[in-house]
């Protein structure tokens, strides 16, 4: 790849994608802009906007002609973006959303066609995948049009991913951003990103709202997930650094959710007027509950916003029923419904489930996120202990952060970051001990793509770096050849594979010694890490420890193919290891005698 000419940074978020790029010249100065992403407003319309909506429409073959939904650089199919999203509301069984959410679903095929879920059977279905590779695919010709002399896949381009996204949706993104021509971008940490942009945002300014000692919680409520990270203050060599400390689970919840139940009470007052809603026209109004949410929340002058109920011809109920959305109805439902005021040892409700269901997204069974946010800080009150001068306070029952960074579109609401200031607050105060520091500046709509792009300069050797060390070491587990002995099974040795500390994207540096390897059959691959043996190096070999000092995780479940083997052979390996900028360690076995390598790779925050 030739030299950069500028930093890109890539939000491909569940409602929205957002491209933010920064040149980078010769006096190294940086100035932060956002793309205009042409996208279709209406048939034969087209206009650029900031935000390219995360929406696509399968229109039928006789619905428009080509020239109707032709872009600049193509005759777009399917329609993508802000028509997209508007055809939806009205037909919404024809509409893809939340492709982002579906890519980190491991119980279906994301490969596969299946969006729309409800869509009519003459309808050609997308993957997951391949909806993804089309809003990227969209965004690189947006940029290729604006910058001709400047191709995407030779700038230094960052996408965004969840926190919590697992290594498969991880590699999944990488693939469709190849597939879409940016075989070169590197992924990023959305709530990082958001911190990235906030640094970016306050300058030199950002010492002294933090300091040494500092938690800062980083909020983020998308459309489709709820990320939560911890990031500490600490001091190297006189000189302030970040490292992020702890990372939540994949909570599928968000705007999507909050939209949803919005249709739901629009629909009890339809209901109380005799007009019964079928569950199809739900979800459209959803779509319509989505665009009224976000006037009421972020303009104190609206008090409600019209409705227009899909309706498949006019002998349903003598037309289209019309409805409202009133600020009071919002604000009630969403704060008391999302943000109830929790004790600091809350956690996520569990209900009965029915045995069979449809397929659908494993949406949260509890839909309260500040019980989600209570049972993160107290599965994270240790998370600092590994870094200096973080001791911890054994007496505290949970994590005591000192500061706050919301974002998400849900953040624009001041009454939501309210509340869930107030809860977090109450906590501490509960505990003995000061309020929160919120943070502020940032534009929650186009931070994480901003923080993305300055990322890229810090990549380049520019900025503030958020490290991301791992907070344990880690092991595979290796089997040690001995005579078959009735009922005992051979022991295992563990096998150091990254020492406690090892920062993201680096190698470890194992020694050149050979393994053999089973290939072409079922094999599992186990995993160990400490917390308490800091001195091991990679390549240190144990053949005995205490169930303190090694604490073994998951197993992985995997057949490595080969076609120079037959099914169960033994190939002689070389091991490299590596952990890449978001927390994945990958183990790589090299054939010594061919071409060959096979890949596993282990989430080591999970």
Known sequence: MSEARFSVGIDLGTTHCVLSYTEIDNENQQTQAILGIPQLVAPGQVEQREALPSFLFLPNAAQFDSQQLALPWSQEYPVTGQFARDLGQ????????????????????RRSGILPIDAPEDVTRLSPFDASKVYLQHLHSAWQQQFPDAP?????????????????????????????GLDHAVLLEEPQAALYSWIAKAGDNWRVQVSVGDIILVVDIGGGTTDLSLMAVSEEQGALQLTRIAVGDHILLGGDNMDLTLAHVVAQKLAQRGNRLQPWQINGLAHACRSAKETLLSDNDTQQVPLVVPSRGSSLMGGSLRAELTRDEVQRVLIEGFFPVVPADAAPQKRGRAALSTVSLPFEQDAAITRHLAAFLQKQKQASEHLHGFNGDNANSFMHPTAILFNGGVAKADNIVTRITEVVNSWLSSEQDNGLKVLTGIDVDQAVAKGASYYGQVRLGDGIRIRGGTAAAYYVGI??????IPGMPPPMEAYCLAP???????????????????????????????????????????????????????EIEVTLHSDKYKAGDTA?????????????LQLSAMDVNSDDHWQVSFDTRN
């Not at 009205?90 to 095929?109: E, F, G, M, N, Y």
């Not at 079922?522 to 001195?535: A, G, I, L, N, Q």
Request: hydrophobic share 40%; aromatic share 8%; net charge negative.
């Open 90 to 109: 009205k037909t919404p069984d024809r509409l893809i959303s939340s492709a982002k959410s579906w890519l980190c679903h491991s119980q279906v095929d």
């Open 152 to 180: 995407l896949n030779e700038q230094q381009v960052v996408i965004t991913v969840p926190a919590s996204f697992d290594p498969a949706a991880r590699e999944l993104t990488m693939a469709a951003a190849a597939e879409a």
């Open 479 to 484: 089997e040690s050849a001995m005579p078959a």
């Open 500 to 554: 406690f500390g090892m920062e993201e994207g680096t190698e470890a540096n194992l020694p050149s010694q050979v393994f053999s390897l089973v290939v072409g059959e079922p094999v599992r691959f186990s995993f160990y890490e400490s917390k308490t043996r800091r001195e091991d190096q990679p390549g240190t070999r144990l053949d005995f420890w205490s169930e303190e000092e090694l604490t073994e995780l998951p």
């Open 572 to 584: 002689s390996v070389q091991l490299l290891a590596s952990i890449n900028e978001l927390g994945t």
